[in-house]
């Protein structure tokens, strides 16, 4: 079983900056790929950011290309969202899920977070 606890969401105007972490425990075949994914009201969820923790493999989401990077420190079994130049299009609940297959689809993965709440105000 894998369990994830993001931390790290708030309140940012537009173009700064905010770093969210998702700590996991649990099986570590199970949490081969992690990644974020946000989603707003109405709307499914988007995947931001996908890195496979045996490799180290990082792919980003185009539209959050050049502002927002994925990081781990496999010490801590930890997976960082580093998000820059922040817009109110950003505006979202930002979840952690780990699974074994990286995906940019929702489905596969096995393990969600709560999710934490970034705000963007203009």
């Known amino acids: 079983q894998v369990q994830l606890m993001e931390s790290g969401g708030g309140s940012v105007q537009a173009g700064g900056s905010l770093r969210l972490s998702c700590a996991a425990s649990?099986?570590?075949?199970?949490?081969?790929?992690m990644a974020w994914f946000r989603q707003t009201t109405g709307k499914e969820r988007e995947g931001v950011a996908i890195?496979?923790?045996?490799?180290?493999?990082?792919d980003i989401a185009d539209s959050v290309k050049g502002r927002f990077d994925i990081s781990q420190d496999a010490a801590q079994n930890t997976v960082y969202l580093q998000m820059n130049s922040l817009k109110s299009d950003d505006t979202a609940m930002y979840y952690c899920?780990?699974?074994?297959?990286?995906?940019?689809?929702?489905?596969?993965?096995?393990?969600w977070g709560q999710g934490t709440q970034v705000i963007v105000s203009a």
């Open positions: 899920a780990a699974g074994r297959i990286c995906s940019w689809l929702s489905n596969p993965y096995i393990a």
């Open positions: 649990g099986y570590a075949d199970s949490r081969i790929c």
């Open positions: 890195i496979h923790t045996s490799s180290g493999r990082r």
